[in-house]
């Protein structure tokens, strides 16, 4: 046997035995060495034909044993177990190698610094996330920001800015493809986005079941920045694990292999701790590295307008932005998304005083008076007082001069 050509791709290798004629395909591989094995033979003729499919574990002498009993009934001449043998020292040596080691060289942090495709929506490299209630217009504003990428705009009537033109594309786990469309002809036709074509991708599986078919899409259109909509279904679930631990794990593990920037949709729910999480736990949050919450700004009796806000709420390689506020007029056949400025009383919906003030200093991130306090909260200034008093005794805030207050170091 002479040494196949080895292909290595997304989810799967490919080993070519020119001189057997043979091709087999492993996918779906994991550390324990399970996989499925697809064995195609050329028969002579240059054209290769499925020979034999089979859901194994490479590392079970039996089981292989099995297999190879069973592959020469198809052909008797080429010796099965030291191809397998093969197959299976290689896959696991390529499944568990990870990627080498480097030595880093610290130099101006205004050399290496974090870079964004729209800035602070989208980062360069980390899976961005925007999360909210059902019908704040996640995907709107998400479409928005795509539109504009794919065509590098440096104006936009939504105030969004594109730092370069850059391929794009969509993994749609929530919608259709004539929904999508819709709502991308709706922002053209108000001029929210210029005209753009935008590869698309109906998924059904979650990532980590049709990650060789995904991995195929976003090469064949050579995307680098993909919105996936949505998390809840793009991750899957693990029945074993209420948390969701297993399954963000896995998620993030396989988004890392496609080395792509993702823009992801998701819900929002309780989490662990009775606070508000991505999806209900807090593993997401931990794993992804620039999350956003849309939240409606103000109650609207109209029909055809909204007023929501981008809030940042976690920034592993950044500082937290300001609150982000658009106004989207609609009709039947447009969107159009203009900016607006917003403060945190607008956003408060039934959250309570004390998380308004503690927001409002974490984004100024110095000491404020009480008279800004008040306005941010809409409220008093000795209402504002009683409320920073609590918060003070609660070991929240300090109040290091007269009139001026700032976070405990806890809190910043």
Request: charged share 25%; hydrophobic share 35%.
């Amino acid at each position: 046997m002479n040494t196949p050509e080895i292909i290595e791709g997304i989810g799967s290798i490919q080993y070519f035995f020119e001189d057997l004629g043979l091709k087999v395909n492993v996918e779906r591989m994991s550390d324990e060495g399970k996989a499925e094995l697809w064995v195609f033979s050329a028969n002579g003729k240059g054209d290769y034909k499925l020979l034999h499919t089979a859901s194994t574990n490479l590392m079970s002498t039996s089981t292989m044993n099995s297999l190879s009993k069973r592959l020469r009934e198809h052909s008797a001449k080429i010796d099965w177990t030291d191809i397998l043998t093969f197959i299976t020292a290689k896959t696991m040596e390529i499944v568990r190698k990870g990627e080498p080691g480097v030595v880093l060289k610290p130099v101006s942090a205004d050399l290496v610094r974090p870079t964004y495709h729209i800035e602070p929506l989208i980062m360069k490299g980390v899976p961005s996330v925007i999360f909210g209630d059902k019908g704040v217009n996640k995907t709107t504003i998400a479409l928005t920001a795509l539109g504009l990428l794919s065509c590098g705009c440096d104006y936009s009537t939504s105030g969004m800015i594109a730092s370069e033109s850059i391929s794009v594309g969509i993994l749609d786990w929530e919608g259709t493809e004539e929904l999508t469309n819709y709502t991308l002809s709706r922002l053209i036709e108000a001029g929210s986005i210029p005209y753009c074509e935008i590869p698309y991708l109906r998924c059904k599986q979650a990532l980590v079941d049709d990650v060789e078919r995904i991995a195929k899409f976003l090469q064949e259109h050579s995307i680098k920045v993909a919105l996936i909509d949505s998390l809840g279904q793009a991750a899957g679930s693990d029945k074993y694990d209420s948390a969701g631990k297993g399954a963000a794990l896995k998620f993030f593990e396989v988004l890392r292999q496609l080395n792509l920037t993702s823009l992801i949709i998701a819900q929002n729910a309780k989490g662990e701790e009775g606070k508000k999480t991505i999806y209900g736990s807090t593993y997401y949050t931990y794993y992804s590295r620039n999350i956003f919450e849309l939240r409606r700004a103000k109650d609207t009796t109209r029909e055809d307008d909204m007023h929501i806000a981008l809030i940042h709420q976690e920034g592993n390689y950044s500082k937290k932005y300001k609150p982000i506020g658009y106004h989207l007029t609609y009709t039947d056949t447009s969107i159009l998304i203009e900016p607006e400025e917003v403060s945190l009383s607008q956003l408060k919906d039934r959250i309570e005083d004390t998380e308004v003030i503690l927001e409002y200093l974490r984004l100024e991130n110095r000491l404020c008076s009480v008279a800004e306090i008040a306005e941010a909260l809409g409220k008093t200034e000795n209402q504002t007082r009683v409320t920073l008093s609590l918060l003070k005794k609660r070991g929240k805030l300090v109040n290091p001069e007269r009139g001026q207050w700032g976070l405990a170091h806890q809190e910043t």
